[in-house]
Nanobody, 118 residues
Framework: QVQFVESGGGLVQPGGSLRLSCAAS????????MGWYRQAPGKERELVAT???????NYTDSVKGRFTISRDNAKNAVYLQMNSLKPEDTAVYYC????????????WGQGTQVTVSS
């Protein structure tokens, strides 16, 4: 059974930083594309950043230059370093693992709240 342990969320002032962590188990972590998504109240879930098995990264435009996604295959973990946080970054952040072979393997964490407010 795939499980995630997400941590690092919390309350931070505008301009501050947070680092989200997601530790995965129950899957062959190194072959998965890992991602962070977020969902703000009243809005749809949106992609924040992804990192492939070859560590190629992709970011949504609104976080480019501020957020950095990384992975540690030895620890089965993915991270999201968030700098220069803005109130509009407030959302529940979800860890995702995705692998497509014959079928799509798509797994989600439980989410961690990030609130950016003064």
């Amino acid at each position: 059974q795939v499980q995630f342990v997400e941590s690092g969320g919390g309350l931070v002032q505008p301009g501050g930083s947070l680092r989200l962590s997601c530790a995965a188990s129950g899957l062959i972590f190194r072959i998965y594309t890992m991602g962070w998504y977020r969902q703000a109240p009243g809005k749809e879930r949106e992609l924040v950043a992804t990192i492939t098995d070859k560590s190629n990264t992709n970011y949504t435009d609104s976080v480019k230059g501020r957020f950095t996604i990384s992975r540690d295959n030895a620890k089965n973990a993915v991270y999201l370093q968030m700098n220069s946080l803005k109130p509009e970054d407030t959302a529940v952040y979800y860890c995702n693992a995705r692998y497509y072979s014959t079928w799509l393997y798509d797994h989600w964490g439980q989410g961690t709240q990030v609130t950016v407010s003064s």
